[in-house]
Structure formats: C-alpha cells, structure tokens
C-alpha cells in the first residue's frame, strides 16, 4: 500500500501521529482562536474544522529580502515552526529551511505545483523588480524574480505577502528604487492576496493567517490594505501601554532623561505609533517577551505603506492619533488635552469588548466536543 502524500493527511491526522493528545489539541485550538482575534466560544468550531482539514501544500518565495522575515517565523511560539512545518502544513519550497539545493530544490516546486493545482498556498517574502526592470536584478536559478513569481501564483489558491517588502516594496523600494522593485499586489492581480506587513512581521501573525485558513478555507478579514483586521485593525498607539502618559501630556525629551527612566510616552522622540496599525503592543516577539517601545524605542511606522521615505524617524508625526478636522488644528494648541478627548472613544470600545469576553477552559471544551 502507497504511503499517503502529507498533502492527503488532515491536520488531526498528523497531530495524532506525533502523539499529541487530545487535551493538547483542543489547548491549541483555544490558542489559535486567541491568536486570531476570535472568542473563545469559537474554539470548538475551530477544533472541528481542524481535525478534518487537510495540510495545505506551502510554496514559500524569497525574493529582494534580508530574511528577517524568516527569521521572525522561526521565533513563532503558537505554534512553534517546528509544529507549524510537521503538523499544520507541508512547506514543499523555502530557499532558507529547505535541505535541497540547486535542481532539487527547483524541482521540489514544480513538483509541488504540479501535484497540487488550485489548492497550494504562495508565501512570499522580499519585493521583485518589475516587469520593466532588468531582469538580472534579482534572480533565482537563472529566473528573475517576476517570472518565477507570475510563475507559481498563476495555480495557486492565494498569495500571503510577508513583510513590509512584499506588501509595499519596502526598502528596496525606497527612493530612488534602483532596481524598479514593487510589491505582491502590484503585480498579481488574478489571485487573492493578502499582505502581512512589518520588519520584520509578527511571526504569530504569519501563523495566524494560516490557521484562519484552514479552518474557515477563506483569507480573514482584510484592512484597505489588504491585511487582516484581526492584527491590524487598531493603531500601536491605542494598544500601546504608555498612552496614558500621553493622554496625561508626559513625555520623554530625550532617550536618557528623567521621562525616558520613568516610561514615559515616546511621541516627541518620533513615535509613529498613531499613525501606524499593528499588533505590536499586545502580541510582541520571542514568546511575547517585549517590543520595541517596551524596549524603549519609539514605534518607526515599518508595517506602513513607505515607512522607509516618510521622514527622520526621530521626528514627531504631525497628527496625533485618530483626530481629524478641527482636532488636528487643536492638537497643536491644546496637545495633551487633545489626546485626552481622542483616547475616550477608544477606552469605550476597549472596555465593551473586554465586557463581553467570556473565558473558556479546556475542560469546558471536552464537553462540548
């Protein structure tokens, strides 16, 4: 008998085959609709879907990247890489964590592609130069970027574009862009594709957006930019820990002053935390160990659109919060009071949606599984 192909396993099948309990799998479906933005009466429902899903076929491409965006993956803790690659999906191409080189490792994607048609998904990372550019600027196995990606999307079932890079083109986009570089959604226009931006990206966001398909076989909701709202839908700065200091007017001057010792907020040093939509400030990186502002650093913007041409970093943005019309123009009178006004909406929603939360435990799901 033909052992099956890892495509053909559903994910309750794997799991089961590496010895995960059952108790550790409802753990992880509570985890994941966490980890997604979902209440946790959803996990049940998150549990069904998972156990009979099957494992997606993964093609990962790196393109003009400096693989932060990898190495950002490799520190994701729900689930860990090593999970996600044995049990959630089957990662058949990623030029960094692949063991084939050369033709094999070519081959490895063709092949994937071929036995999988409309059903693999195309992870991208690093943006390509265009159509327009010369092709020798970025190459893989004699391919430039742009072919091999028109390539291998064009049978794909959707596109996850990873980093600021292949969102928005990111740096190598910056001005003067020499190499003509451009984003996923610049270039494919046939397929859906939805953009996890940062710099590096939230590596539980990555994962996040790949447990979301497996269990609903849809992409998640998705911001003007085509990023899922579930991690992208609130500013840095309403999620951040020192906005009461700024609704409050306290600010750090400098990185070694009395305000900085204290925590105080990061607006003045450059902050772009009201300008810049991520979560950050709530999932945070190696284990959800910290962040940048936690690290003392201001927010410099990076899941946004040309962060890298915005202006000096250590520039104060000129738009404090969500304001707009007549409390733009205050915010540079009143400042601090102004902040105060715009953070009680926010405080409102925030307080509604904890009012509603209802907690789960896993015993309470063994009952209703």
């Known amino acids: 008998m033909a052992a099956r192909k890892p495509t053909e396993k559903t994910l309750g099948e794997s799991l089961r085959e590496r010895g995960v309990s059952r108790r550790g799998f409802l753990k992880f479906c509570a985890a994941t609709a966490s980890m997604m933005a979902l209440p946790p009466s959803m996990a049940p429902a998150i549990a069904a879907a998972l156990e009979k899903a099957k494992r997606p076929s993964v093609i990962w491409l790196s393109f003009q990247e400096c693989t932060g ?34 033709d094999a490792a070519e081959h490895a994607r063709e092949e994937a592609m071929a036995a999988n048609p409309g059903e693999y998904l195309v992870i991208v990372d690093g943006s390509i130069p265009g159509p327009k550019a010369n092709p020798g600027f970025s190459t893989v196995a004699g391919h430039s970027n742009y072919a091999m990606l028109m390539e ?25 862009n020499p190499t003509g570089a451009m984003s996923v959604m ?19 966001v990555i994962t ?3 447990a979301h398909y497996l269990t609903f076989g849809r992409l998640p909701e998705l911001d003007a930019y085509n990023r899922p709202m579930a991690f992208y839908g609130q500013s840095i700065h309403d999620r951040c820990y020192r906005r009461p200091f700024y609704d409050r007017g306290l600010f750090a001057k400098t990185f070694d002053d009395e305000g900085a010792r204290l925590g105080w907020c990061l ?15 709530t999932m945070r990186w190696n284990d959800g160990t910290s962040w940048p502002v936690e690290a003392g650093h201001p927010c410099l913007g990076c899941s946004e659109p040309k962060f890298w041409d915005a202006g000096g970093f250590y520039n104060a943005v000129s738009v404090p919060t969500s304001a707009s019309g007549m409390n733009v123009l205050a915010a540079g009178v009143l400042g601090a009071v102004v902040g105060g006004a ?5 405080k409102k929603q925030t307080k509604a949606e904890v009012a509603h939360r209802q907690p789960v435990t896993v015993e309470e799901l063994e009952a209703k599984l």
């Open 69 to 102: 965006c990898t190495e950002s993956l490799t520190r994701s803790h729900a689930p860990t890489l090593e999970d996600l690659i044995l049990d959630v999906i089957s990662l058949d191409y990623h030029h960094t964590l692949q063991a084939a080189a050369g």
């Open 152 to 176: 291998t999307v064009e049978n794909a079932a959707a596109v996850i574009a990873v980093g600021s890079c292949a969102t928005f083109g990111g740096l190598p986009a910056a001005n003067p």
């Open 186 to 204: 610049d270039l494919v226009k046939n397929k859906p594709v939805i953009n996890v931006s940062g710099c590096p990206p939230i590596p539980m």
């Open 208 to 210: 996040g957006v790949i």
């Open 267 to 281: 607006y003045e040093l450059g902050c772009k935390g009201p300008t810049t939509y991520n979560a950050c400030a």
């Open 342 to 346: 715009v953070a009680v909406s926010a």
